[in-house]
């Protein structure tokens, strides 16, 4: 039912050997875009995508030699539409005239650029939540329509999972890109804090903002993830400190108020998780990552819902019968969060960050595992879920990525998996084998 | 700068007469949408508007033979997007699933049937507030785009009055044809209650909601009106029991509180449009028309709101974060109206019309004339402006309609002239002699 196409590295490497023809590639997503998005509804509809898509597609062949070609050569990929893509008006899941996010003639974002320097198409813009926040699109999750496919990056995450794109860009705030990339079952990779540049991207809130990515498997996740991240390196980032070779890691399971957050069948799931990567030989060790765990969720709430606010007050001042229900109670409620409240919880981020690591050094753990959202994805679309389990992580702006770890109730569920800030290049070659010793990928 | 097509009567003379060409005509308008539209944003965007038009233009014309031809014969329409059409998906300005409004699959509107038999074409779905309510699209005032069009029947106002369209369909539960037309300087014609079937129109409140039309002058919401009313006769409708023979009205000019919530510069335009009337000859009284006004604009405030949440009230229960701020507020003040109240001001609907009638009786009064709007159309595309001059009217069901009236600080105001309960037929043939003395038309 999901997932059909080949995966994102697969088909790259078919791209730059010239097995695949770039454009008979781009017909064909477009075919099953026909297909399945008017169900799924991860795209905005658009006149002609197969024209534009595949006239793109002739220009990235034309434009290089047969051994010159870039790592994405080829590539056809969602972007949310919270991020400005030349020729696409950014709408971001909003009624508000679109002048106001810079209309047709904003400049095109920092990330966009990249993803052409590496040879990628645009596909479409995917469905965001209004704003990235928690009113949401109409996109349905593949692999059970009546149920959510998470947010805020809907589309994207419902895209890759429907087999429409073999990449997607998403951004998180608190868990937009974790949460929908474990209740679609696919990886979804959000990078330490400003590894990727949020230029060109409607800021939601900037000081937690962050660019990710939708890929089926963690290869894909890794080919694009070096094509996005600043100063990308094979083997252990600028940033990485933690002195192992990048062996098998020991795994850190949070202890502490944070996983009582998931829901007993989430937990249970969880709980086989952890057993059967034991099983595999991983060492697990239970510690508690956060010392004051409901501070700092407090502290990321009060920083997102009052930098959203300020982000927002001219406009909602001007256009609040524009807004919907749910945008406008976070606007009013970050209105009351005070200019010494935020300044603080700023400060917070690098605080927890470091006693995260303090953590990590003191028990031993390489990488947190942990469920990447409560449990399933809940049976509405009226709801995108809860990113109770990514926010802390998200607060202290560490790498973190998520992997299909089995199904609950039918629906994937996604093991979190958590890294040093700057560890990114480590995270991902780690949780490859992690993946294949849960066997879901 | 607006209205420089030919008006609907004219054009569609010159179309029966073979002197316009069906498609060329419709290719014209489409021309007139590319230039205007991405400005005004009266009509949803569409893909192969052209094509669609043009095709069924021809189908049109195809159809009939020259001594044949019916009364709108090519006419190009835009329908309100809450009046399901055929081919078109209907999203009523709101970004609930479309599929609660009957999706692809909704039977096509009985007045849209009407328009066909009578040879008219869609032209495209226009622009509506949520659920004709009052939280806004993005259609602006032709003339001058920083101030709203009014609503709810927002595109279909400002399509007529920038000339991409000789005929627009609307609605109207409060003032939502009325208002927008005077805003946009267009003739808007409500007739009487039930006289025009709301069967394919998604419903607002079933007691007052009424099917409305704009073009640019009388002489073609005639022609419109009797292609779309029931019984439509030539002269005197059938519940026309007014016993004059047609010759120039005695015109009444309501006193009391309901005229005190005009501004100061609308009361101050309506006393010049009086006093032109005068000087034209025609016999004013002043006189009331509402024993109790407060009474009867709370009673169309209950009835509507009280209406609308119980039409609502399964949806918002499941989807209330897809609506927006003032749509959810109205639905929840509608669900504090009790079934008694509702049951209440249902009655009072021919209560207030006979009392109306009543006062006509009285004072020798033949119609109605008053503000069309408290003003000009405020500056901001953030509000529709205010009912309140329609509100009363409407609630009695009696046929109303605003005809073009000057300018209040360079924007047009109209002035609505209301009749008896079915003497839509009357009402439309004096007002057409109004227009004229005002000397706007």
């Given amino acids: 039912m999901t997932v059909t196409e080949t995966p994102l590295a697969e088909v790259a490497a078919a791209l730059r050997a010239g097995e695949h023809d770039p454009v008979a590639y781009a017909g064909r997503l477009c075919d099953r875009v026909d297909e399945r998005d008017p169900e799924i509804r991860a795209f905005y509809e658009e006149c002609d995508r197969r024209g534009r898509v595949q006239s793109a597609a002739e220009g990235v062949a034309d434009s ?92 994207s995450a419902a895209a890759v999972a429907a087999g429409m794109t073999p990449l997607a860009l998403g951004t998180q705030t608190g868990g937009s890109v974790v949460r929908p990339a474990a209740f679609c079952g696919i990886v979804g990779f959000k990078p330490s804090f400003d590894r990727v540049p949020t230029d060109g991207v409607l800021t939601r809130s900037a000081s937690v903002d962050h660019v990710g990515l939708f890929t089926q498997d963690v290869a894909g996740a890794r080919l694009a993830a070096s094509a996005l991240c600043d100063g990308w390196e094979r083997a252990g980032g600028p940033g990485d400190r ?69 982000e927002h007050e001219a406009w909602f001042a001007e256009y609040e019968p524009f807004y919907r229900t749910t945008t406008a109670e976070t606007i009013r409620e970050g209105l009351s969060v005070s200019d010494e409240r935020l300044a603080g919880t700023r400060a917070g981020r690098e605080r927890t960050r470091e006693r ?86």
């Fill in 242 to 310: 933690s002195g192992d070779t990048g062996g098998r890691p020991t795994l850190g399971v949070p202890e502490g108020p944070y996983l009582d957050r998931a829901d007993p069948e989430g937990l249970a799931a969880f709980r086989e998780q952890v057993a059967a990567l034991a099983d595999a030989g991983y060492e697990v060790v239970r510690a508690r990552p956060f010392e004051a765990y409901e501070r700092v969720d407090r502290q990321h709430l009060d920083l997102t819902t009052g930098e959203v606010a300020r």
């Fill in 64 to 155: 290089y030699d047969p051994d010159g070609r870039p790592p994405l050569f080829g590539v056809p990929v969602g972007v949310k539409d919270i991020v400005h893509v030349d020729g696409f008006t950014t709408r971001a899941g909003s009624a508000l005239p679109p002048e106001l996010f810079g209309g047709d003639g904003a400049p095109e974002a920092a990330v966009v650029e990249r993803l052409r320097e590496a040879g990628a198409v645009v596909l479409g813009k995917t469905v965001t939540t209004e704003f990235a926040g928690f009113a949401p699109g109409l996109t349905r999750n593949p692999h059970n329509t009546d149920h959510t496919p998470g947010g805020s990056s809907s589309g």
């Fill in 356 to 441: 995260v690591h303090g953590r990590m050094d003191a028990a031993g753990v390489d990488l947190w595992v942990c469920p990447a959202a409560p449990g399933p994805a809940p049976g509405s679309i009226a709801t995108t879920g809860d990113s109770v389990m990514n926010r802390p992580w998200t607060y202290a702006g560490l790498p973190a990525v998520t992997v299909p770890a089995g199904r609950v109730d039918g629906l994937p569920v996604g093991l979190q998996c958590v890294g040093r800030f700057g560890s990114d290049e480590r995270l991902l070659a780690r949780v490859a084998g992690l993946a294949d010793a849960l066997g879901t990928v």
